[in-house]
T-cell receptor, first 112, second 111 residues
Framework: IAGITQAPTSQILAAGRRMTLRCTQD?????MYWYRQDLGLGLRLIHY???????GKGEVPDGYSVSRANTDDFPLTLASAVPSQTSVYFC???????????FGPGTRLTVL | QQPVQSPQAVILREGEDAVINCSSS?????VHWYRQKHGEAPVFLMI?????EQKGHEKISASFNEKKQQSSLYLTASQLSYSGTYFC????????????FGQGTRLTINP
């Protein structure tokens, strides 16, 4: 099925634990993005990657890291989760930077 | 740098029209529009590049006034399926090609 998949769908995590959110796309898009969505704040960019092997910081990168070893995968890691990282996380991709973005189904993360 | 959307929320009866505005304090390269239904992911509607272009998608269209640094989304003869939250996303000139999203406009269509 063409598109973007994210895993897990939802997760409850104890504060201080490490967590990796997975994102895979099969559209051969060059650019990929991670957003968090909190009520009333819209979508905020965490990290992005314009092409495999490169990454960049978005608006709210602190506490998160990413890697882009290949075109298809763009995992997001929380090294030591804190309650303020409770949010819905969306992965997205676009054929080129600045182009239309296609979103995955999201991961609902709760940090207690 | 976040674009400002107005109104924050609007309630319509089926068949009525709506306009959602998106304004930026910076010169824009492009404007994107997305719709998100409750509990789902945002879905791309259209992109407008600088040059004043207008685009249409079913009965949803949009305009981009680069001099005023703003875009408007027009929903005509609204249908129940148009309900959701609409986000504009802007890409600024002389910046990295990254989208910055507005805070969203919640649209409710009642029968």
């Amino acid at each position: 099925i063409a598109g973007i998949t994210q895993a897990p769908t939802s997760q409850i995590l104890a504060a201080g634990r490490r967590m990796t959110l997975r994102c895979t796309q099969d559209m051969r898009h060059n650019a990929m993005y991670w957003y968090r969505q909190d009520l009333g704040l819209g979508l905020r960019l965490i990290h992005y990657s314009n092409t495999a092997g490169t990454t960049g910081k978005g608006e709210v990168p602190d506490g998160y890291s990413v890697s882009r070893a290949n075109t298809d995968d763009f995992p997001l890691t929380l090294a030591s989760a804190v309650p303020s990282q409770t949010s819905v996380y969306f992965c997205a991709s676009s054929e080129a930077p600045g182009g239309p973005e296609f979103f995955g189904p999201g991961t609902r993360l709760t940090v207690l | 740098q976040q674009p400002v959307q107005s109104p924050q929320a609007v309630i319509l009866r089926e068949g009525e029209d709506a306009v959602i505005n998106c304004s930026s304090s910076k010169a824009l390269y492009s404007v994107h529009w997305y719709r998100q239904k409750h509990g789902e992911a945002p879905v791309f509607l259209m992109i407008l590049l600088k040059g004043g272009e207008q685009k249409g998608h079913e009965k949803i269209s949009a305009s981009f006034n680069e001099k005023k640094q703003q875009s408007s989304l027009y929903l005509t003869a609204s249908q129940l399926s148009y309900s959701g939250t609409y986000f504009c996303g802007t890409v600024v000139i002389q910046g990295a090609q990254k989208l910055v999203f507005g805070q969203g406009t919640r649209l409710t269509i009642n029968p």
